[in-house]
Nanobody, 124 residues
Framework: QVQLTESGGGLVQAGGSLRLSCVGS????????MAWFRQAPGKEREFVAA????????TYVDSVKGRFTISRDNTKNTVYLQMNSLKPEDTAVYYC?????????????????WGQGTQVTVSS
């Protein structure tokens, strides 16, 4: 059982930045692709960004391209989401997830382990 623990959320003004972190409990963390999803109140969980097992492939939802950067440090079992130029519409609970394979995808069903989430609130 893989445990994922997110941190770094908070309240920030529009235009500001936050960096989210997600630490995995298993030594096989580096084997799998990782992703960030988010869920706003009353909405479905939405894909944000994903990264391959070695960081060689990254993918983003169009609404965050150029503002968010996903990265990972396998020596620390950690994946990051650097969020710049934040907008009020970025407000959501952000979840870290571990993929079933090494290759990142955008689909919730392809991820079998999830963190508890961290709240990000962007004020206008």
């Amino acid at each position: 059982q893989v445990q994922l623990t997110e941190s770094g959320g908070g309240l920030v003004q529009a235009g500001g930045s936050l960096r989210l972190s997600c630490v995995g409990s298993e030594r096989t963390f580096s084997t799998y692709a990782m992703a960030w999803f988010r869920q706003a109140p009353g909405k479905e969980r939405e894909f944000v960004a994903a990264i391959a097992w070695n960081g060689g492939i990254t993918t983003y939802v169009d609404s965050v391209k150029g503002r968010f950067t996903i990265s990972r440090d396998n020596t620390k079992n950690t994946v990051y989401l650097q969020m710049n130029s934040l907008k009020p519409e970025d407000t959501a609970v952000y979840y870290c997830a571990s993929h079933r394979t090494w290759k990142p995808t955008m689909y919730v069903g392809d991820y079998n382990y999830w963190g508890q989430g961290t709240q990000v609130t962007v004020s206008s």
